[in-house]
T-cell receptor, first 111, second 113 residues
């Protein structure tokens, strides 16, 4: 089992749609969780941290389910500019003091 | 005001050559990282330094040697380049000792011919 696993997609959705991505992680003691966004030929950029109680930032909502060891990202009212690869990132707390990146889920929003 | 910068942005070179990539951050962060992103887009950590001290050294060929002259700089030297070294190399930094939010440089696209 991969340490951080995501559906690679692509998710092709029309503008205005709601889309959700899930990500599972292997270590129940994992400490911190993030969603990053990576545009084509660009560096990853922090989209949002994921808090235990769930959190929202505009059209984006992140949830954490510790019992099932997954995090989710919900994007409402998709825009063309949301097209990117979304990376699930976890501090697995294996003593390594590093973040582990999922391989990413590609989203393509179509007009 | 670039937070994490890398040079060069593109690097095309022949097999067997030696090359270096430089990284600088002006965020005042204590930890810096090198990642490799291959053609399948998987981002894998190679090294991390905290205040010039090596704290992560993943299973990377010893042809790769990081150097941190101070906590704002982390360079990567690669000896005897191989075809499989072709990838995008990202530098990143974070405030603490690792495991928290990281900020990435724009990447160095290395092509070995």
């Amino acid at each position: 089992r991969k340490e951080v696993e995501q559906d690679p997609g692509p998710f092709n959705v029309p503008e205005g749609a709601t889309v959700a991505f899930n990500c599972t992680y292997s270590n129940s003691a994992s400490q911190s969780f993030f969603w990053y966004r990576q545009d084509c030929r660009k560096e990853p950029k922090l989209l949002m941290s994921v808090y235990s109680s769930g959190n929202e930032d505009g059209r984006f909502t992140a949830q954490l389910n510790r019992a099932s060891q997954y995090i989710s990202l919900l994007i409402r009212d998709s825009k063309l500019s949301d097209s990117a690869t979304y990376l699930c990132v976890v501090n697995l707390d294996t003593g390594r003091r590093a973040l582990t990146f999922g391989s990413g889920t590609r989203l393509q929003v179509q007009p | 005001d670039t937070a994490v910068s890398q040079t060069p942005k593109y690097l095309v070179t022949q097999m067997g050559n030696d090359k270096s990539i430089k990284c600088e951050q002006n965020l005042g962060h204590d930890t810096m990282y090198w990642y490799k992103q291959d053609s399948k887009k998987f981002l894998k950590i190679m090294f991390s330094y905290n205040n010039k001290e090596l704290i992560i050294n993943e299973t990377v060929p010893n042809r790769f040697s990081p150097k941190s002259p101070d906590k704002a700089h982390l360079n990567l030297h690669i000896n005897s380049l191989e075809l499989g070294d072709s990838a995008v190399y990202f530098c990143a930094s974070s405030l603490g000792r690792g495991g928290e939010t990281q900020y990435f440089g724009p990447g160095t696209r290395l092509l070995v011919l």
